[in-house]
Structure formats: C-alpha cells, structure tokens
C-alpha cells in the first residue's frame, strides 16, 4: 500500500493523481470492515499531501462512499473521517495559495469544510472518541468565526476554554441580547477566574491570533462595551491578526462609539468626533447619517459649521414633559368633573 501511495504522489499532474487515488481507494473496498487498517493508510497519506486541490476531489469521492448504504465501517470512524477532512481543510485554508475573499478567507475551502462538518452532525451521537468531538466542537466554532457568526463562534470558543477567540468575537458581533448574554458569560467571575488561572497554559486551538496573549486588555475591553463605554480602537487592532477580523472590527467599534457619543454629547462637532472614532471627517458623518436612517440614534448634521447634534434625550425630556402635563391636566379636569356631579346630587 505504501508503495502505491508514494508512486501516486510522485506524479507531476494533479488530474491523474487524482484518478490514481480514487482508483486505489476502490480497490481498498471500504465495504469491508475488515479493510479499516487500510482506510487510517490511505487517509493518514492523503492529509499529508500537499496539494489541495487534490486532497479536495479524492475527499468529495471519499466521502460519497462513505456515505454508500455498501459501507461497513462503524459510524463513530466515520464521524472520526469526516471530522479530520474538516480540520485539514480549515488548516490547509489559512494557509493556501488558492483565491480569497476581500476578509482574507479561502471560502471554497470553508464551504467544503462546513459540508463535511455537517455531515459529520448526522453521526454526533456515534462518537466514542473524546479527541474527535473536541475537533468537531472547534471546527464548527472557527466555521462560524470565519463565516461572521461571532455569537455563535463566541459561544463555541468559551465551551472549549478559549478565553482569547470568545472575547475577541465577542467585540467583534454585533448588538444583540445574545451578545449581551456571551459577554456576561465572558466576564462571570468563575471565567475571569479561569482566564487568570490559565496564564502561561499552552493554547489547543489551531487558529488562534499570534499576538500577545494580554487576557486582561480583553476583559478591560469587554467591560467597557458592557458599560456602555467608549472603546479605543487601538486597545484591541493590535489584538487582530485575522483580516476579516479586522473587516468586522472597523464597522462594529464604529457603531458601538458613535451610539455612546449619542449618550454622552448633545452635540459634538466633525474634528471632535473623528478625533474619537479614530476616522476621517468624511467617514464619521457617512456613518453618521447611515446610523441615523436607520433610526439607531436621533440627530442632524449642520454641514454648514460641521456640527452634529443629537436629539433623542431633548425629545425624550419634551414627550415626558408633555404627558405629565396631560395627566394633571386630565386629573384636574376629573376632580371638577366630580365636585360638580356632587354639588348637582346636594341642590
């Protein structure tokens, strides 16, 4: 077997290895339970191969046989199979040659990762390996984060103790009572006690950020989304090694500042604002007006001295003064009402 293997992979056209393969792979005959030997073989070489491309046409072959009512290995192997053909691809992706998206992400690799994911799901409960369903549990929390599902990648993250990764998604999604509940999680005292304790432990995720692991920045960070603070957006840029990472970021920081400028101001001007969202003038009143039509906050721009006023507190004070005005109006009115009803009943 090993012979054939390493003469396939010496071939020079990526077409024929390809048909090499899946020609081999027939004649392993994974109908048979007792070929399982061969299969861990035949899969521990073709991880090992360096093209992608190849890996991914002898998977989609792989897996459709797996999948073949003729297939008699057990189930737990092959939610075992279609966990590593996940993981290889997510490794493979970040580190590939292959097209990208504008987020630096080889989506074709993530799309075939997520497929074999999934079919993975329909075998969860065959699972006897602890090291399989941990890699299933990350593969699907990295999906999810390179797919902009933060929440859902938060979630994932902090189920495995990765601290970093769930509060880095956490700052990146975007509001919502789901974020609200992670980041409330993130910051429970037994998870910043577990944050604290697991300093200077080795990582066991396979895509973490390479930069430093400064655990309490993040949790100064997400306490100040919490409180509905300011955040600086240098405290955490340096913290985002990941290019979609950095894409969420931008858009989702700017959000967040310019709801608790709302909050804080009642007008501020053009310069002072940019000078807080750490954006160009231009930039700060596009997103600005964006915020506004879409009825996040109350405001209008004066262009004329580049002034941006907000109003949702000034109204909010004119509604409530004016129904407490109505009120009494309405409770004066009744008390008349009722002594003259009495003064009618007395004559």
């Known amino acids: 077997m090993d012979a054939k293997l390493q003469s396939i992979a010496s071939l020079q056209n990526d077409s024929e290895k390809v048909v090499r393969y899946t020609e081999l792979l027939r004649e392993i005959s994974i109908d048979a339970s007792d070929e399982k030997s061969l299969v861990e073989q035949f899969v521990a070489h073709l991880l090992s191969v360096p093209s992608l491309q190849v890996s991914k046409q002898v998977f989609q072959h792989f897996s459709s046989s797996l999948e073949s009512s003729m297939c008699k290995l057990d189930d737990s192997y092959k939610f075992t199979l279609f966990v590593k053909f996940a993981k290889y691809l997510l490794e493979q992706s970040s580190s590939s040659s292959t097209v990208v998206s504008d987020e630096g992400v080889d989506e074709s690799s993530v799309a075939n990762s997520e497929m074999y994911l999934n079919r993975a799901k329909f075998l969860l409960s065959k699972c006897k390996d602890e090291e399989s369903m941990r890699d299933f549990k990350l593969c699907d929390a990295i999906i999810s984060d390179l797919k902009g599902r933060f929440v859902e990648a938060g979630l994932g993250y902090l189920a495995l103790k990765d601290f970093r990764n769930a509060a880095i998604c956490a700052t990146l999604s975007k509001d919502s009572y789901q974020k609200t509940r992670l980041i409330a999680k993130l910051l429970a005292p037994p998870s910043v006690a577990a944050v604290m ?105 004066d262009q004329e001295v580049g002034l941006l006023e907000f109003l949702k507190n000034e109204e909010e004070e004119e509604v409530h003064a004016l129904r407490t005005l109505t009120d009494k109006i309405a409770q004066v009115c009744d008390l008349i009402t009722k002594s003259k009803s009495k003064d009618g009943v007395r004559a």
Not at 221 to 236: E, M, N
Not at 257 to 278: G, R
Not at 284 to 300: D, L
């Open 197 to 301: 304790k697991a300093k200077g432990e080795e990582d066991t995720t396979m895509a973490t950020d390479d930069g430093d692991n400064d655990e309490e920045g993040l949790l100064n960070i997400l306490k100040s989304i919490q409180l509905g603070r300011i955040v600086d957006a240098d405290a955490i840029k340096s913290k985002l090694t990941k290019p979609h990472h950095l894409n969420a970021f931008v858009a989702v920081n700017l959000e967040h500042n310019l709801l608790c400028v709302s909050k804080l101001y009642k007008s501020i001007t053009l310069v002072e604002l940019s000078n807080i969202l750490k954006v160009n003038e231009r930039e700060a009143e596009r997103k600005g007006i964006e915020m506004i039509s879409q009825g996040k906050f109350k405001g209008v721009f």
